[in-house]
């Protein structure tokens, strides 16, 4: 990997329950980066309905405008560190509904470095999540999109520990 001049993001992407939110959040303590939160999960706590299709949008939009936030608050910073973007977005919307908005596929981020967490670890129960039986082949799906798109990725697996500390090291070389 190499450094770039430009904030770069780092961006936890993979299918539901596959400790995004956690490691996203124990790597931006520990470096004290900028983390920009799942705009989704409060928008869907928030609606107090089944989302639609049309929601998507303004999802992605709020997200995107979060992370654009936080990249020019903290312009002296390197790294972002971001729970999910508009890839996840794009890739669920092509999942459950078969077509995804323009403006989110305007939008990908090819130029972050991407984790990709894998789902080997028990499902948890929450009523916003929608698919534990699919898991690994919904990995699959953005294991293909990030090669596809020739997009920087590791895989993280195994424990949360094994997760942390791989994700560690790689954070120290491109803060170094």
Same mark, same amino acid.
């Given at each position: 990997m190499e450094k770039r001049n430009l904030i770069r993001k780092i961006v936890l992407t993979g299918p539901e329950c596959s400790g995004k939110t956690t490691l996203s959040t124990e790597i931006a303590t520990q470096f004290n980066l900028p983390l920009v *939160?799942? #705009?989704?999960?409060?928008? %869907? /706590?928030? =609606?107090?309905?089944? #989302?639609?299709? &049309? +929601?998507? !949008? *303004? @999802?992605?939009?709020?997200? %995107? &405008?979060? &992370?654009?936030?936080?990249?020019? !608050?903290?312009?002296?910073?390197? %790294? @972002? =560190?971001? +729970? /999910?973007?508009l890839q996840v977005i794009k890739l669920w919307s092509l999942i459950k509904y078969g077509k995804c908005d323009p403006f989110i596929l305007k939008n990908q981020d090819y130029d972050s470095l991407y984790i990709l967490c894998s789902p080997d670890f028990k499902w948890e129960e929450d009523p916003l999540r929608e698919d534990e039986h699919n898991r690994k082949k919904i990995?699959?799906?953005?294991?293909? &999109? %990030?090669?596809?798109?020739?997009?920087?990725?590791? =895989? @993280?697996?195994g424990t949360n520990d094994k997760r942390i500390n791989l994700l560690s090291s790689v954070i120290k070389q491109l803060i170094n």
């Open positions: *939160k799942e #705009y989704a999960r409060s928008f %869907l /706590t928030q =609606i107090n309905r089944p #989302y639609k299709y &049309e +929601d998507l !949008l *303004k @999802v992605a939009k709020k997200q %995107l &405008e979060s &992370e654009n936030q936080k990249s020019n !608050l903290n312009s002296k910073k390197q %790294l @972002v =560190i971001c +729970d /999910t973007n990995f699959e799906i953005y294991k293909e &999109e %990030l090669r596809k798109n020739k997009q920087d990725f590791i =895989i @993280v697996n």
